[in-house]
């Protein structure tokens, strides 16, 4: 109070309230990962954590999705080519002779046999004369004739001995000796010229339809028979999802948070990545999830390494939980490969599992539809093969060679310096209406949407947190974009999930009839400690201890005294009377729902003031998710 000199009235403000907790965010996570681009303008973003809060924005700064490859694999290959490769053969010689030089070869003729009558005329050896002009006149009708019939098509290059013919016998008629000429010798040569014409090219062509049969027989069991023959797989590139399971996230409920992008997409993640990923999160306070989408992708060792990275972080930060899933999480737990939750429980380890929790089955999801796939998802030998498949399929009469172009861009911009690639734009055509390239289509979609569910589940943190309040549990909750899950799950199967001997309780993602896919389980890594089996009691727990934390910063360095004591009680009780009232903590009235203890001889001994140190005990009464509803039925006796 100022020193008063001056007669006169004085006013005076006192607070009535004490300082405020401020609720800090609960549902902002932050994802590791590669993206096609890392720009804010002309600033690089690689290994910043920046903060986002829509798809649009992810675009904006981090590019689109990627372009992801695939291996179209035939049982038969081999064989279809094998006899692609007659055909393409016997197309050859069908298609050796330009037709209209053919016919302008068969009209030049008529003009010299024309010439070779007049010659033979004036030399008019009797009897003879007549009967060569005959023939070489018929031989050229009939030549032509047939080439009408046959419409023009495609003639063997053998018609070209019509003109040898003909040059045989004009040098013949030139001779001095007209005697020696025989008519046979040109008889039999026209002969065979109309045998060639009238049986080679007919047998030509039959034996071009037995093949095309064949092949188009080989075609049919690949797209109509059985699809055992065929088979799509990943191939042995790059393969980034972290634009997938973004879209996941957004469409779940998603809100603000940051993306840590590692690198782009010309490299594939590693464990290292997530490391350096880390280290500048820890920087970050606003964050309360950590999403590593693409540590599936890498190799089991390399996996193990980024959960134990991933866990250690949330451990040291405390303020945050780690969403995990599981490696190969899209197979069955029998499957011959092995148990993919075993394995996970062997290798997760055994500390802070208390701060992550894990989801079983992965899931099916619609983020990319089959009209957004195209022949540049395939290799450029898949692509070829699939447009040679295609081509039969809709009845090409010939097999139609690939146009290729050096060093084409794919959609991603990534220059294929060493490859030759198709013609990209007839395999698109073709795949419009081709019911093979359906079904490839539709295969590659389906391994695209074969996804983790991770992202999705803090899309759902995200909406619970902000329609009902962190302290639900993100369970019973419908995933959205979710086809179905990989591996159907029953209660039995549910029960190993659930209940561990070794704690490391995997909440399941379960499909039920009439609601669709859902979250069915709501425990942390920790499954048998009482304290934090459950995700939302661990990330309640959060949220309280960094709300006061930043609150009592202001605290910091005020005298240790009984003022300044009730001053935070007063603070905190306030603060815990709201999520209380909000449904947060357990209780009938306030004072079973939280206490707070403060005080000389209560929390701290007089040794602890000569310290400096101001001890708080905060009670709370952290409500627990009903997992288990029983219900008792029994019969009474009749009343009346």
């Not at 038969?76 to 070869?105: M, P």
């Not at 002969?191 to 064949?214: F, G, S």
């Not at 400690?529 to 949220?543: A, E, P, Q």
Request: aromatic share 8%.
């Amino acid at each position: 109070m100022e020193t008063m000199k001056t007669p006169g009235v004085y006013i005076v403000e006192k607070s009535a309230f004490p300082n405020s907790v401020v609720p800090v965010a609960t549902a902002v996570p932050a994802f590791i990962g590669h993206t096609q681009i890392a720009m804010n303008g002309t600033k690089s973003l690689l290994n910043v954590p920046f903060r986002i809060t829509s798809m649009l924005e992810y675009n904006k700064y981090f590019g689109g999705g990627p372009q992801p490859e695939y291996l179209l694999s035939v049982e038969n290959q081999k064989d279809i080519e094998g006899a692609i490769e007659k055909l393409e053969k016997k197309d050859n010689e069908l298609e050796n002779v330009d037709i209209t030089k053919a016919i302008n070869t068969i009209q030049n003729l008529q003009e010299e046999a024309n010439n070779l009558i007049s010659a033979l005329e004036e030399k008019k050896p009797e009897g003879e004369t007549t009967v060569i002009a005959d023939r070489i006149i018929a031989t050229v009708v009939i030549l032509e004739d047939d080439v009408k019939t046959l419409e023009y098509d495609n003639i063997p290059s053998d018609v070209a001995n019509i003109k040898t013919v003909a040059d045989n016998v004009k040098e013949l008629i030139s001779q001095p000796d007209v005697a020696k000429l025989k008519a046979n010798d040109i008889i039999i040569t026209s002969k065979d010229i109309q045998v060639k014409i009238n049986n080679i090219v007919p047998k030509l062509k039959n034996e071009r339809k037995q093949l095309v049969e064949a092949v188009n027989t080989e075609i049919k069991k690949l797209y109509s028979v059985s699809e055992s023959l065929w088979s799509i797989s990943e191939a042995p590139t790059i393969l980034n999802t972290l634009y997938y399971n973004i879209v996941l996230f957004f469409a779940n409920g998603g809100g603000a948070c940051y993306i840590v992008s590692v690198g782009d997409y010309s490299e594939a993640f590693t464990s290292e990545d997530c490391e350096a990923g880390l280290t500048p999160l820890t920087k970050e306070m606003e964050p309360t999830m950590l999403i590593i989408p693409e540590a599936v992708n890498l190799s089991f060792e390399e996996w193990k390494k980024t959960m134990e990275y991933a866990l250690g972080h949330c451990d040291t930060m405390k303020n945050r939980v780690a969403i995990l899933d599981i490696f190969e999480g899209y197979k069955p737990q029998n499957d011959p490969s092995g148990d993919v939750v075993k394995n996970f429980r062997e290798n997760i380890g055994s500390i802070s599992l208390d701060y992550a929790a894990a989801y079983y089955p992965w899931i099916n999801a619609s983020v990319v539809s089959e009209s957004d796939i195209d022949t540049f998802n395939l290799t450029t030998e898949s692509a070829k093969l699939l447009l040679t498949i295609m081509q039969y399929e809709l009845g090409y009469k010939s097999i139609k060679k690939i146009e290729q172009t050096d060093n084409k861009e794919n959609a991603t911009g990534v220059e294929k310096a060493d490859e030759v690639e198709p013609d990209y734009k007839l395999l698109n055509t073709l795949l419009q209406s081709s019911p093979f390239g359906a079904l490839v289509r539709k295969e590659i979609c389906k391994k695209i949407n074969r996804l983790p569910v991770a992202a999705a589940m803090a899309g759902i943190y995200t909406k619970t947190d902000n329609t009902r309040g962190v302290w639900k549990a993100p369970a019973n909750v419908s995933i959205n974009k979710a086809v179905s899950p990989t591996v159907n799950l029953t209660n039995n199967a549910q029960e190993d999930l659930n209940v561990d001997i070794y704690g490391r309780s995997i909440n399941a993602i379960r499909y039920f009839k009439g609601e669709g896919v859902k979250v069915w389980g709501a425990r942390t890594l920790d499954g048998n400690s009482g304290d934090w089996r459950y995700i939302n009691v661990r990330r309640t727990m959060i949220f309280l201890e960094e709300s006061i934390k930043n609150a009592a910063r202001a605290y910091v360095f005020e005298p240790n005294v009984a003022s300044t004591w009730l001053n935070m009680k007063a603070m905190i009780e306030n603060f815990l009377l709201g999520v209380w009232k909000q449904g947060g903590l357990a209780g009938a009235s306030p004072e079973d729902a939280y206490s707070v203890h403060v005080g000389l001889g209560d929390t701290m001994t007089p040794e602890d003031i000569l310290e400096g140190i101001l001890r708080i005990t905060v009670l709370v009464a952290i409500s627990h998710p009903a997992e288990f509803i029983e219900i008792t039925f029994q019969q009474q006796m009749q009343k009346s």
